[in-house]
């Protein structure tokens, strides 16, 4: 069953989103774990393919992650402590008070704020912690750099959702109703060839909402131009991505 009021812009895309969306580091679930007094449940809301939500379940007993799209779960690895569910970010299903952290990787620009803080005040136990996070651009070299920006600003730029301004900004002016704390510090990066960073381009929601529009893939034009800033297309290159945490007490 698919949540019919939120805005799923990425569906279609749902298998390319998991082959080609980067990897979150291990070592920030590692620092999330140790913050938490209690490791009986995590609630990962908007987990999309489950990529945090796996990574989570070596350290907590169980994980719920929902999603509202039936499309992206169907992409998600089964895991034994892995429970997923198709519900919003406003209406979790979970029990009352049942949350030691709760987890939002990627997503949050997509939900309805006061409802959600409401959401994550109910299923919360004392001491459950909220951690958000986005990424931003990826960072590869001056002259690679420079195309991508050509795709996401010069032609994507009139198709971008309104709220991806606030992953531009690292979620840094949004106003939370819980204590804030000092997040870990993380890093995340990877190894990819061209191809991987082609893929990667073609997850993106305005990518989508152009080629619905106009039936034209607008990654094709700048190709000369990726393979030029590259060299060969099969040599990995290294790619960082500004990872954008906040970390918070829902209930003390």
Known sequence: ????????????????????????????????????????????????????????APHFKKVIATDPSEKQLKEAAADPKVEYRVASAEKSSLETGSADLITVA?????????????????????????????YELAEITPEVDRVVMSLYRDTLGPYWEKERRLVEEGYRNEQFPFTELTPPKSSMG????????????????AFQKYYKEKGFDPRVPLMPNF?????????????????????????E
């Open 190 to 205: 990877a190894e990819w060839t061209l191809p991987d960073l082609i893929g990667y381009l073609g997850t993106w929601s």
């Open 106 to 134: 990627q997503a949050f620009h997509w939900f309805s704020q006061p409802e959600f803080f409401a959401e994550c005040s109910r299923v919360a136990k004392p001491g459950c912690l909220l951690a958000v996070w986005c």
């Open 227 to 251: 393979l030029r800033a590259w060299g060969d297309q099969h040599t990995p290159k290294n790619v960082s991505w500004p990872l954008s945490l906040r970390l918070f007490r829902v209930r």
């Open 1 to 56: 069953m698919e949540i019919a009021e939120f805005k799923d812009l990425f569906s279609t895309q749902a298998g390319d989103y998991a082959r080609f969306r980067p990897r979150y580091p291990n070592a920030l679930f590692k620092q999330l774990a140790k913050l938490c007094s209690a490791h009986e449940l995590v609630w990962d809301c908007g987990t999309g393919n489950g990529q945090a939500a796996l990574a989570l």
